[in-house]
């Protein structure tokens, strides 16, 4: 048996369209055949032209990748808080996945965070090796809430030693630091800047008062009942990315945490097209989740697969791991679903590949020379081809033990 027919999972790497820094040229040089990707130039909520869609399809052909995935079709926030014209959204939603399900995209990623998307506190920390990476420092985030967003009752979210951190570390800031550090926390939505400002994330908060854990699940189900059966019929496969960080920020409910979060879902909304995109790296922060377990325990349910590792600190803080490294046992995890691929593949299902990302990576060597304002954080291009090297040799050891 040749090295090349061992069967490992299709290689992808994210892709925030023609204006990412990071051609496709290179992902393919990298050695991907396939991309997450989003039409980030459509606002959240509006539908998605079939001919759009199309247009993507053939530009990434053009370059010899697929479109394995869309990361995401975004949530309205209207859908969140259960407010507004629910219908239209629901609908355009619902023809959303139709045009993509057409045009032979079947995995749709999407993420149920509300008000912000990820949130880390530092998006240039420097590690021993001179490479940079993201972090989440709860001192800085509670720094974040007391003075700049100044959300009544945010100190009972903190401990006296987080609060007394946070007071330090905003002291120590400059006025243009200041700015620069609110920026990264509210306007860091994938591919887009929405150009939020601080009121604006006020006015959000307030549409969520009273609601709770139970008010966001339901408005989540609500979403979920309104949208599978057009999935289903269009033969795609939703895939609700987990929260990052995983546990509640902003004094807001996250329901899409831990294990328990998964299985609620999964029973309240029992569709074949109601799945979950693996994310490693954002349940690893958590310590209750047992990573290898989870990708067995929802393998059945795994539409997409983002790789990464996170190493978390006694402070609380974490930050983005080598791939390999960190809290995340990785060969366990793939070990687990490349035993899913195969099941899949022994049942004859059409879509049994696994399609997975390297997800982040560091900023190392040339891109630290780069002028990266207009970069996406996590999403240069060496440290994700380091991390999407390391993955692609893992399997193969793994696919070599095994034959
Ligand atoms: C950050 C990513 C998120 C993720 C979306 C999914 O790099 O993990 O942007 O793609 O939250 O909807």
Redesign the pocket.
Known sequence: MSVSDYVLMEESF?WYGPNDMVPLAFIRQAGATAV?TSLHQIPYGELWPREAVRERVQMLADHGLRWTAV??V?VHEDIRTGRGDLKTLFANYAATLKNLGAEGVKTV???F?PVL??IRTDLKHTLPDGSQCLLYNPAHFAAFELYALQRPDAEADFTPQQLAGAKKFWDALSAADREQFIRNLIDV??GCKLGLTISDIRAMLAKYDGMGEGGLRKNFIRFLEAVCPAAEEAGVKLAV?PD?PPFPVLGLPRIVSKAADVEALFKAVDSPANGL?F?T??FSANPDNDLPLMAGQFAPRIHAV?LRSTQRLPDGSFFEADHLAGSVNMPKVVRALLNEQDRRQREGREDWRLAFRP??GHTMMDDLQKDLTDA????TCIGRMRGLAELRGLMLGLRYAEA
């Open positions: 994210r997450f990361e995401s975004p990623i999407y993420n965070m998307d990820w939505f994938p990315h990052d995109c994310c790296g954002s983002h997800d982040h996406n954080p996590g999403y």
